[in-house]
């Protein structure tokens, strides 16, 4: 994966438990893609300094998710609901009586929800 779109996952899910400080230099940073440079100007600190705090949040990001697993866990519930989507689309195309046709038709639905909340 990506190192920006693992960042900004772990923070996503992880994020809140950084302190204010470090949530403002990370998400500038992550999310709104600043430099070291940028965020240094705006926030009155060093270059050094912001590189020394993205790199102390990215493991402390890490560790709760070496602990925790939430990432993996989406990317697991993720790929299994995409999973039940192949199956459902896989038994439309075989369905011949209308009453099993409306069963998939609702599981496609709800997978739709699922998925998009994701």
Same mark, same amino acid.
């Given at each position: ?44 600190? $060093? =270059?050094?300094?912001?590189? +020394? ?6 493991? #402390?990001? &890490?560790? %709760? ?34 009453? $099993? =046709?409306?069963?998939?038709? +609702? ?6 929800? #699922?998925? &998009?909340? %994701?």
């Amino acid at each position: 994966m990506e190192k920006n779109v693992r960042r900004a996952l772990l923070y996503d899910f992880y994020g809140e438990l950084l302190t204010e400080h470090q949530k403002q230099i990370y998400s500038d940073y992550v999310l709104n893609d600043l430099s070291y440079t940028e965020i240094g100007a705006n926030e009155g600190i $060093s =270059r050094q300094a912001v590189f +020394e705090l993205v790199k102390r949040c990215d493991g #402390i990001l &890490e560790d %709760y998710e070496n602990k925790l697993k939430l990432v993996e866990k989406f990317h697991e519930t993720k790929d299994r609901i995409s999973r039940i989507h192949e199956l459902a689309a896989e038994l439309w195309h075989n369905m011949e009586d209308e009453k $099993s =046709r409306n069963q998939i038709s +609702e599981i496609e639905e709800i997978f739709k929800d #699922i998925y &998009e909340s %994701y």
